[in-house]
């Protein structure tokens, strides 16, 4: 079992279109590696380069590498398992790590302007708050 969190552009689906949305989605069919991050969108990829400074994705590009371990072997147990789509950032991580996962991810995703789905949680979904025009 993992703990599993994800975050979407808010411009991709509606509340209650989600579910039809997440069970396409989560097929990964799109054509590309789900392990970069240059295929998704400016504010996923800026979520996504902070994300993994406190939970490194054990696959792709950005992986941790065996000296990364060797200097660190505390990284071992925030190493995430990261599906990256066009439209969404998909973490897997130890539930060991929940608690701290899910508030990074969530003030994250409020910093960079990306919804989350609490896919481990409830599945509620959180939305960045708008800005009024100014």
């Known amino acids: 079992m993992s703990y599993d969190l994800l975050a ?3 411009a991709a689906v509606a509340d209650g279109d ?3 949305w997440w069970d396409e989605q989560s097929q990964w069919s799109e054509d590309h590696s789900y392990d970069d ?3 998704t969108t400016p504010d996923l ?3 996504y380069d902070e994300l993994i400074q ?4 054990m ?3 950005d992986a941790v590498t065996d000296e990364d371990l060797r200097r660190d072997p505390e990284l071992e147990s925030r190493m ?6 066009t439209s969404l950032v998909y973490g897997t991580f130890s539930w060991s790590q929940a608690r701290t996962a899910r508030a990074a991810f969530t003030m994250l995703a409020a910093k960079h302007g990306v919804a989350v789905a609490l896919v481990s949680d409830d599945g509620s979904i959180l939305r960045p708050q708008r800005t009024p025009a100014g």
């Open 80 to 85: 995430t398992d990261y599906s990256i789509g």
């Open 8 to 10: 979407f552009d808010p």
């Open 18 to 20: 989600f579910p039809a």
């Open 59 to 61: 696959n792709g590009p």
């Open 54 to 57: 406190a939970f490194p994705p």
């Open 45 to 47: 990829r800026s979520f």
């Open 37 to 39: 991050p240059d295929v």
